[in-house]
């Protein structure tokens, strides 16, 4: 599969491709670094043919190595029931006639976005799939991540659609102290093989 893959590629692609074999040719080592991967310009077919390979050969080691692969959208909708939907609700929930229904709601939503930042902030190989930042509360989200996989040296994945001025853009947008993108890029910069 992957060869068939390489053939239909472009060159840029191709080589990318090829660097990723190379990977995960040595990935138990790779992963004990946590050296993972920052992929730029990689939208719509380029983004599907990168991350279905790099899935197909994370499936090679399994059950071996914990992987999490996310979508940015299902990214960025916990970080905003994480950072902004619960704490707007948490006011309501300790009015002494709370809702049953939302009290319940709240604590599925706790719920998930605890499973899902404990997988995010533990599995071995975290793969974000589309990362392109259009509101605060996702950059924050994202920085709290990096800075915690990079802490335990754990794999980090990140493919976006956006060259590095393009995403470096994104971020400062978002954040009035300028700090988590010279955060994002340091961490991935020192762990990870960046691709254009």
Avoid at 48 to 62: C, M
Wanted: hydrophobic share 40%.
């Amino acid at each position: 599969m992957a060869d068939s893959m390489m053939e239909q590629a472009t060159i840029q692609d191709r080589d990318l491709l090829l660097r990723l074999s190379l990977y995960f040719d040595s990935f138990d080592q790779k992963v004990k670094q946590g050296q993972g991967w920052f992929i730029f310009n990689a939208d719509g077919g380029r983004a599907r043919r990168i991350s279905h390979f790099i899935e197909r050969r994370l499936d090679d080691h399994q059950p071996g190595v914990r992987s999490f692969v996310m979508p940015w959208r299902d990214f960025a909708l916990s970080a905003y029931v994480n950072e902004v939907g619960i704490p707007q609700l948490e006011p309501q929930l300790a009015e002494p006639n709370a809702a049953p229904k939302l009290t319940k709601e709240v604590a599925f939503a706790r719920q998930v976005t605890a499973d899902v930042w404990d997988r995010c902030s533990s599995a071995e190989v975290l793969m974000l799939v589309g990362l392109k930042p259009s509101h605060q509360h996702e950059v924050h989200f994202l920085d709290r991540a990096i800075e915690e996989r990079y802490r335990q040296r754990l794999a980090t994945i990140l493919v976006t659609p956006e060259t590095p001025q393009e995403l470096e853009a994104d971020v400062d947008s978002l954040d009035p102290t300028h700090m988590y993108w010279d955060r994002l890029f340091t961490r991935m910069y020192e762990t990870s093989l960046v691709a254009l």
